[in-house]
């Protein structure tokens, strides 16, 4: 296969046996019973979307002792592998599209609605199933979303696509509902420096606001996205303790948000931290609850991903094109770009739902709007491949 | 950020060579883990207790948080503690050391459309040998006619060759660039094999067999000078040519090289299309013929992947990376993509992680910029933009 637009995946992997090893060994000595290339994708008991990828399936030679290998004469030595790397991933993952509402609101130029509208469309058509639409917030602090009314009004589709709304309080919510969303979401900090930057109150008192959105989308029958911003690092405050990001989590969840996003909002997250974070909101949250929302401004974003697909996290939510920069960091990147993610994800074997050709197209699109090149590293040198 | 104490190597017993579903193993593992780390990292074991969710991997974490917000406590006053929680093997069975080995100034600037004089290239090299780095690529001995960029190989090998505590490993694509690197001081060598017959056909212009055969005699005219030879073996997982490539064939050309004498075999993600799904699978092949200590990664972050591959492969056991300072070098083969991963972003990670690198993140900052000064463009890492741009305390970790 010459074409590489789709990652190389699991599947692309000829059958692996001794045999081929044999190929290139000089005594050309015959190949082992042990061929294990067909995988064992061995599903753990309990959960619909467990695992997939154990990597040893794929190992030529499980066991550790080949010194009385029945293949005589063979050239080469065979080594023990020193340590199996045996870890369960999620099947299925769903990609959250933050695009629209996350990576648009910080644009300077307003982005007419008809363009926001046909991004969603897309979106949509590329088979991502959630996709935050745009915020119900004030016009005075986020002028691009103001025309979020009319952009919800102007995709409605099928009810298995999900379109949450940005709800910061009451009003909010209101207006949503009556401009016909079925989902909104909230915004706690796990940082109280933050919080009171961001949103001009404690986060006791953030979350006294959100009971009440919680209660009313309740009564509405609407459901309700939790987010928790700063779970690995504050702009203010620095290194944000996991026991914060747990509390806030739980809160939002025990008040019935039915998924909580956890972001890293500046970027700074590394696996080292983004690990003990999620024990610790894993710890009283299901895991199958939970979302990441990882910024790439340090570039660190797909490995911490990747570490959250071993913790079980199987929500991830990013943003085609990497649209949105980071309002702490000058100049910098901020989402995590979704053809990056969804190329990762294929290429673990995972499903997504989502055509990454289709994908680009929307990323292409909103890139072409907004004049400048795509944050998607994926998407870019899949557009510029050369023969 | 990086942990102050750290279990031995060898020291935990893997949890991870148990089944995943053998509950009572997993548990022991856990209990000896505990009692092998310090006191002041020593956490009680969480209770055993049934999930609503489950899946055993969820029962590791039931009331976790009431038992342990003591725990969770005493750490916060320790700024510089990296909290470590139990069960988390993604990242505690990972080396404590890792080796960069920087390849800006060779695999990055070769590529470079306008020539880069040569005192602006020592300087990079002496910026980035004071950062801390104790490999630094300097240059290739080969014909002025492939790669102009790097004609110059005599004049940067005879200054950078005084630099003390540094090693600065030279391309020699034959032995003729062999006999030249040695005449101008080299003390290290480097030879690129191809895992995909049709990449060797078209970049160096002869078969798989052949290319060995000639660094072969470079090996042996090597060992004879004492002078250690670095293997690099190319297209580890994608070709650009023959699509997806057997790991079998990279762990042929990986044993072929170390066998030969290679001290060290770097495995490249040429066109940087490898994710952990594809890479998982050759490191194995590899590391079922060469020791894993022996190896080095070399990915291209040309579709974003490399972090994620870094980390897994630090998951099986490598513990050398090859990088390119502020992402030096785009990839060839998709023009306007980019090519080498950056060395700031793998040391930010790698220091996130507690992994010591001996390397001073400012310092590779500052070389960074220099070059990208120079180049006239932005640097191609995201953590030194970031760095370089951030207000307030937000990097303030």
């Not at chain 1, 987010?227 to 405050?237: A, D, K, T």
């Not at chain 1, 809160?251 to 610790?280: H, K, N, Q, W």
């Not at chain 1, 071993?310 to 990147?333: E, F, W």
């Not at chain 2, 999930?51 to 725990?71: D, E």
Request: hydrophobic share 40%; aromatic share 6%; net charge neutral.
């Amino acid at each position: 296969m010459s074409s590489l637009e789709e990652p190389l995946g699991l599947g692309d992997l000829p059958k692996l046996s001794i045999n081929r090893l044999g190929r290139f060994c000089q005594s050309g000595c015959r190949a082992r019973a042990d061929d294990r290339s067909n995988g064992n994708y061995t599903h753990s008991n309990g959960n619909d979307n467990q695992t997939l990828f154990h990597s040893s399936s794929h190992s030529w030679h499980l066991q550790g002792n080949y010194t009385d290998s029945s293949c005589n004469g063979i050239d080469m030595e065979f080594r023990a592998l020193p340590r199996k790397v045996s870890w369960d991933l999620p099947r299925f993952v769903k990609v959250v599209e933050v695009g629209p509402r996350d990576g648009l609101q910080n644009e300077k130029n307003i982005v007419p609605t008809s363009v926001k509208i046909e991004l969603i469309h897309k979106l949509v058509a590329s088979g991502l199933s959630v996709v935050e639409a745009t915020s119900f917030v004030s016009p005075k602090w986020v002028p691009q979303l103001a025309d979020a009314k009319d952009v919800l009004e102007g995709v409605q589709y099928a009810p298995d696509v999900r379109l949450p709304v940005l709800t910061p309080n009451l009003r909010g919510f209101e207006a949503a509902v009556a401009a016909g969303a079925k989902e909104v979401a909230v915004f706690a900090s796990a940082s109280e420096s933050f919080s009171k930057s961001n949103i001009n109150c404690t986060i006791e008192e953030s979350l006294v606001r959100y009971r009440d959105v919680t209660s009313a989308a309740k009564k509405h029958g609407v459901r309700v996205r939790g987010y928790v911003s700063c779970v690995v690092g504050c702009p203010v405050e620095g290194a944000v303790h996991p026991s914060k990001v747990a509390y806030v989590a739980k809160e939002l969840y025990d008040m019935g948000c039915a998924e909580i996003s956890l972001g890293d909002t500046i970027g700074v997250g590394t696996p080292g931290r983004v690990v003990p974070m999620l024990e610790a909101v894993m710890s009283v949250v299901p895991v199958d609850k939970l979302a990441v929302h990882f910024h790439d401004t340090y570039g660190q974003a797909l490995a911490n991903i990747l570490v959250s697909l071993q913790m079980g996290v199987s929500i991830v939510d990013s943003s085609v094109s990497g649209l949105g920069g980071c309002p702490y960091a000058k100049g910098a990147t901020g989402n995590v770009a979704t053809e990056d993610v969804v190329y990762m994800l294929h290429g673990l074997g995972i499903e997504t739902n989502i055509n990454l050709g289709k994908l680009m197209d929307a990323g292409d699109y909103i890139c072409k709007h907004l004049n400048r090149t795509s944050g998607s590293k994926t998407a870019t040198a899949l557009c510029k491949l050369t023969a | 950020m990086e942990a102050t104490s750290r279990p031995a190597p060898g020291s935990l017993r893997r949890g991870i060579e148990r089944p995943m579903h053998c509950r009572r193993a997993l548990l022991q593992a856990m209990l000896e883990y505990t009692c092998r780390r310090p006191a002041f990292q020593r956490q009680q074991v969480p209770n055993w207790g049934n999930s609503s969710v489950g899946g055993n991997r969820h029962v590791l974490y039931a009331s976790y948080l009431s038992q342990n917000k003591q725990n969770y406590r005493c750490f916060s006053s320790s700024s510089d503690q990296e909290w470590i929680g139990i069960g988390s093997r993604m990242i505690h069975n990972l080396p404590r050391f890792v080796k960069i080995v920087e390849v800006g100034p060779r695999d990055g600037l070769q590529n470079e459309k306008s020539t880069v004089p040569t005192h602006v290239k020592i300087k990079l090299i002496q910026r980035l040998a004071t950062s801390g780095l104790s490999v630094v690529e300097a240059t290739s001995f080969v014909s002025p006619k492939w790669v102009p960029q790097l004609a110059d190989a005599k004049d940067v090998m005879e200054v950078v060759r005084n630099i003390a505590g540094v090693h600065f490993p030279v391309l020699t694509p034959n032995l003729k660039g062999f006999e030249a690197a040695a005449a101008a001081g080299a003390k290290e060598v480097a030879i690129f094999a191809s895992a995909s017959e049709a990449f060797s056909k078209s970049n160096i212009n002869c078969s798989i067999k052949e290319s060995l055969a000639r660094y072969n005699d470079v090996a042996c005219a090597a060992k004879k000078h004492e002078i250690p030879v670095r293997g690099y073996v190319s297209c580890v997982v994608g070709c650009p040519v023959e699509g997806s490539v057997p790991p079998s064939n990279v762990a042929y050309v990986a044993k072929e090289l170390y066998d030969m004498g290679c001290y060290e075999v770097s495995l490249g993600d040429t066109i940087g299309v490898g994710t952990p799904g594809t890479v998982v699978p050759m490191l194995e092949a590899v590391m079922s013929v060469v020791p894993v200590e022996k190896l080095a990664v070399h990915f291209h972050d040309t579709y974003g992947q490399s972090l994620s591959n870094i980390l897994i492969s630090l998951q099986m056991g490598v513990n050398v990376v090859d990088s390119s300072v502020a992402g030096l070098g785009g990839c060839p083969y998709a023009k306007g993509a980019s090519g080498n991963v950056a060395t700031e972003d793998v040391v930010y990670m790698l220091h996130g992680l507690g992994i010591k690198t001996g390397v001073d993140l400012g310092k590779v900052m500052s070389a960074g910029e220099f070059i990208c000064k120079h180049l006239g463009r932005q640097s191609g890492s995201k953590a030194a933009i970031a760095l370089s741009n951030v207000t307030a305390n937000a990097s303030k970790l």
